[in-house]
């Protein structure tokens, strides 16, 4: 298991990622940024969403009923769902969508942790199929939400990674490595200038989500605050902001 440094828990880490999640959206907000800086935003937060795929794979292992705490993602996922419409039609005059929804990503990537490890540790009784037919159900949520899904290209086989390889991280950082080299070659395209190539890499960085693994060696295995507001603060900051910043964008057009 990874070595653990003490005081930096689950919660002291969630608070650093809304920061960065608001630096990675408030390019939307017309004039705020100038240059290059939107890439370069978009660029350092590529571990957000990962970090939050990580989270998801802990709740998963730690959580007291698996199906209940899929069924919960599932809710906001809803939830954002039908709040992204809302605001859809308030502020389509002037061509403000959001299309958002990192809940349910990472709603089907419990779903497809449930359905391959299964929701409980007598899987048989949530699943009594064969189980070839299991994992062939499996295959197909993941292949189809990964492209329906937001980032669900990186999340959900980074998911996959965490889990399966929980218990041997060298392996486990090798296939992360991999994952992004992956990412990497299908991301990149050479343009007439340096210039060019770097601010379109900066754009097109899915590849450096591996930077999420120097907030994966200070976690110490704490969830830290576990008060009501901790327990539903991201389920709540999360499309906040981004409808706070639709809102902003739509006063300022």
């Known amino acids: 298991m ?8 689950g919660f002291q880490i969630k608070l650093v990622m809304a920061l960065l999640m608001v630096l990675d959206h408030i390019d939307k907000i017309p004039g705020l940024l100038t240059g290059d800086w939107a890439g370069i935003f978009h660029a350092v937060t ?21 199906i209940l705490y899929n069924a919960r993602l599932f ?42 490890f299964g929701f409980s540790k007598n899987d048989r009784i949530v699943f009594p ?41 060298s392996l486990r950082n090798l296939l992360y490595l991999a994952l992004a080299f992956l990412l990497f070659c299908m991301s990149i395209q050479v343009y007439p200038t340096l210039g060019e190539t770097i601010s379109m890499m900066l754009y097109n960085s899915d590849w450096l989500f591996i930077t999420v693994l120097p907030f994966l060696y200070v976690y110490n295995g704490e969830r830290g605050y576990t ?18 910043i639709s809102l902003i964008t739509f006063l300022v057009k």
């Open 2 to 9: 990874m070595k653990k440094v003490k005081g930096v828990d």
């Open 46 to 66: 590529r571990c957000v969403g990962v970090w939050f795929a990580f989270a998801a794979v802990e709740g998963f292992i730690h959580t007291r009923s698996r």
């Open 75 to 116: 809710l906001w996922a809803t939830i954002m769902f039908v709040g992204n419409k809302v605001l859809d039609l308030l502020l389509y005059s002037k061509g403000i969508y959001n299309s958002n929804n990192i809940f349910l990503t990472l709603a089907c990537g419990v779903l497809t942790l449930g359905i391959f």
């Open 129 to 169: 199929i064969n189980k070839w037919v299991r994992y062939s159900l499996g295959v197909l949520i993941l292949g189809g939400a990964a492209f329906l899904t937001e980032g669900g290209m990186v999340l959900l086989p980074f998911m996959l990674i965490t889990y399966a390889f929980r218990e041997k991280e």
């Open 227 to 244: 008060g009501k507001w901790g327990k539903y603060f991201f389920y709540i900051f999360y499309p906040a902001h981004l409808w706070l």
